[in-house]
């Protein structure tokens, strides 16, 4: 069994610690956090304000196929995980919807051009099978279904793999790493000498020096979100918007939840969500979903995506360090895939059996 230290108790580190805690190994996690919990107030971990969209074909009009493949063999792994976890329902797989107002066609066949080739196909909805699978959305022109699509519950999911590892694994709260390098950690005061570290800091690996385990490339790429207090909103499946200026999506969470995300910004700023943000949002929600009128406005939140400047996740393996960063806006799409593939890479496979 191996001696692990994780740096960052954010998605990717949260899922390591209850993969490779399950297998027996010893594993010690440092996040700079208070506790497990979410705080929303743009510091924490940037998995606790996604939307937890699981679109490997809505993302192909941002991101390339191999993203998507990612994103493909990555929801039966979340299968798999929301199950060990004891909570399949965390994970929910109803397709999702496309949506154009009238005027908005032209940009809307523009994206659609952009998922030419996607398997499965999107599927044109007529107003009659639109108004059958969500009878809750209202107003656009315009409607296709991507199949088997996804969607991930990511506060409670993040929160459940901390409790189940919360046995196996030691978690070390308020203890932002320092420096790390193979097989050394350095965090609160102490080095610790191990024989694996996982760096899965996200943005908070870009302080320090480069042989400190600083990357001076990552970027954070500011989003901001609404969740809504819907009560017996009835929408089933998640919802994007397909609209020239504003890429804005609604999704449920539970039932009596809206949640609307999400601005994508060259900044990072941390401060509050902006009103220009948060009018934009809600308004495009409200277009295809009249009823939200009336739901009331629990919480703005925003964060940052750590991102490399290509856009594309990073891993790297060496004798002792495993670094994973640059998920950017597909963290929860990826993320079982490429844990899986790096702990494939350092030997340590028998955690994904946890
Ligand atoms: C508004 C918004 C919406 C999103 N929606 C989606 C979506 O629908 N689908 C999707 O796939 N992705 C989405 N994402 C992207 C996803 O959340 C990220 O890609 C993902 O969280 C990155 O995971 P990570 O583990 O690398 O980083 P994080 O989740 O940010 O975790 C990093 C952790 O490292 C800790 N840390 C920082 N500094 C240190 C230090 N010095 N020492 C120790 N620990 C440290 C942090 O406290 C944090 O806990 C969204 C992101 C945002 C902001």
Redesign the pocket.
């Known amino acids: 069994m191996a001696r692990i230290a994780i740096?960052?108790?954010?998605?990717?580190?949260r899922l390591l610690a209850w993969q490779l805690g399950h297998a027996g190994h010893e594993v010690a996690v440092?996040?700079?956090?208070p506790g497990p919990e979410p705080t929303y107030d743009g510091h924490?971990?940037?998995?606790f304000?996604?939307?937890?969209?699981?679109s490997p074909t809505a993302e192909l009009d941002r991101a390339d196929a191999a993203i998507a493949a990612l994103g493909w063999r990555s929801i039966p792994l979340w299968r798999d995980i929301v199950e060990g976890l004891g909570a399949p329902g965390l994970l929910k797989q109803r397709g999702s919807l496309l949506l154009a107002h009238r005027a908005d066609r032209a940009s809307a066949q523009r994206v659609l051009a952009r998922l030419q080739g996607a398997r499965p196909a999107p599927q044109a909805l007529g107003a009659e099978a639109l108004a059958t699978l969500e009878p809750a959305l209202h107003g656009a022109a315009s409607a296709w279904l991507l199949p088997q699509e996804a969607q991930i519950d990511p506060p409670a999911t993040l929160c459940l793999l901390q409790r189940r590892a919360a046995a196996s694994v030691d978690w070390h709260w308020r203890s932002?790493?320092a420096a790390l390098s193979a097989g050394r950690l350095q965090a609160g005061g102490r080095t610790l000498h191990v024989d694996w570290v996982f760096d899965?800091?996200?943005?908070?690996a870009r302080?320090g020096k480069a042989e400190d385990g600083g990357f001076a490339t990552l970027r954070g790429v500011r989003?901001?979100?609404v969740w809504l207090q819907a009560p017996a909103h009835g929408l089933t499946r998640p919802v994007r918007l397909l609209h020239p200026r504003h890429a804005v999506y609604l999704l449920p969470r539970g039932a009596d939840r809206v949640f609307v995300?999400?601005s994508e910004i060259e900044s990072e700023d941390r401060s509050p969500v902006s009103l220009r943000s948060s009018v934009e949002l809600m308004a495009a929600a409200h277009s295809v979903m009249p009823a939200l009128a009336e739901a009331r406005i629990e919480r703005l939140d925003r964060?940052?995506?750590?991102a490399w400047p290509d856009h594309q996740p990073g891993t790297e393996v060496s004798e002792g360090l495993v670094r994973?960063?640059g998920?950017?806006?597909?963290?929860?799409?990826?993320?079982p895939a490429l844990v899986q593939d790096a702990l494939a890479r350092a030997g340590l496979k028998e955690a994904l059996h946890a």
């Open positions: 740096a960052g108790a954010g998605l990717l580190g440092f996040d700079p956090a924490g971990a940037a998995a304000s996604a939307a937890g969209m699981l932002p790493v899965t800091r996200g943005l908070g302080s989003g901001e979100t995300g999400a964060n940052l995506r750590p994973i960063n998920l950017f806006r597909h963290g929860w799409l990826m993320a």
